[in-house]
């Protein structure tokens, strides 16, 4: 894909229903039958950690085929000493786009952007398949866990300033953006805004289960 072929741009207001829209799409029974990640987006635009600076799409012919969006995050070292970093998600293309270097431009643009507003290091959690080769590494390899001293192998981390995160243990705490999509009944009334889709089964759930009940002990 050359950049001739795409422009990536600042999320507006006006796209906001059709960045839902690609959300359902590209999740849709990925990770269990149906999909919140539409509901996600709508909410998380109102949270105080959203950042709507790096909320990006990029567009093929006027057409939206992939979008990401970011909220702040907290790392918390042993002695209580806070570090602000991105925490990214979600970024998705649509289907009919997806392998063609998409969600890499996306990712690469905004990563960029975000070191320049003074972010040092980037988390999310995720399939690693999609991410090591934009640079993330394990959790366990910058020594971040979860409070419990939990090490989520679908924990990722990527230090967009190198030696950020100098090797000190750090406990990430994510923003709880994502809270309101919980509420079952609340996703299935924004749903049927949308034209009906099928919940089906498929093998990804499985994928995305074991992914996101693994830790990393050794
Ligand atoms: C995941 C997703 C955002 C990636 O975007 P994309 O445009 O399809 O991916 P890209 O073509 O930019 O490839 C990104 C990287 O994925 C990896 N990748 C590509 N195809 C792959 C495949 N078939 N299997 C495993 N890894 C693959 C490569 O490492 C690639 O990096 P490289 O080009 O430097 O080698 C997109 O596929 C998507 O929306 N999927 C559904 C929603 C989703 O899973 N979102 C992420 C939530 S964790």
New binding site residues.
């Given amino acids: 894909m050359n950049k001739s072929d795409y422009i990536i741009r600042k999320e507006t207001k006006n796209d906001y229903r059709e960045v839902e829209n690609l959300n359902r799409e590209?999740?849709w029974n990925?990770s269990v039958p149906g999909c919140s990640e539409h509901y996600f987006v709508h909410v998380m635009r109102d949270h105080k950690d959203f950042i709507p600076e790096l909320a990006h799409v990029l567009e093929i012919g006027g057409k939206i085929v992939?979008c990401v969006m970011y909220c702040k995050g907290l790392l918390k070292d042993e002695e209580g000493n806070e570090k602000t970093i991105l925490t990214m998600?979600?970024?998705?293309?649509h289907p009919d786009?997806?392998?063609?270097?998409?969600?890499?431009?996306l990712l690469e643009y905004t990563f960029a952007l975000g070191r320049k507003m003074g972010y040092d290091t980037v988390i999310n959690f995720?399939?690693p398949?999609?991410y090591?080769?934009?640079g993330y590494k394990s959790c366990k390899k910058y020594n971040v866990c979860l409070e419990g001293d939990v090490f989520p192998a679908a924990l990722l981390v990527k230090e967009l300033t190198e030696g950020a995160l100098d090797g000190r243990k750090w406990y990430y705490y994510q923003c709880d953006a994502d809270a309101p999509c919980e509420d079952e009944e609340a996703v299935e009334k924004f749903d049927s805004q949308f034209p009906p889709k099928v919940k089906a089964w498929q093998p990804s759930q499985e994928e995305f289960y074991i992914h996101s009940h693994s830790a990393i002990t050794w």
Avoid: E, S, T, Y
């Avoid at 998600?89 to 293309?93: I, T, Y």
């Fill in positions: 590209a999740f990925l992939g998600g979600p970024l998705c293309v786009h997806q392998r063609q270097g998409i969600g890499k431009a995720g399939n398949d999609n090591v080769a934009r």
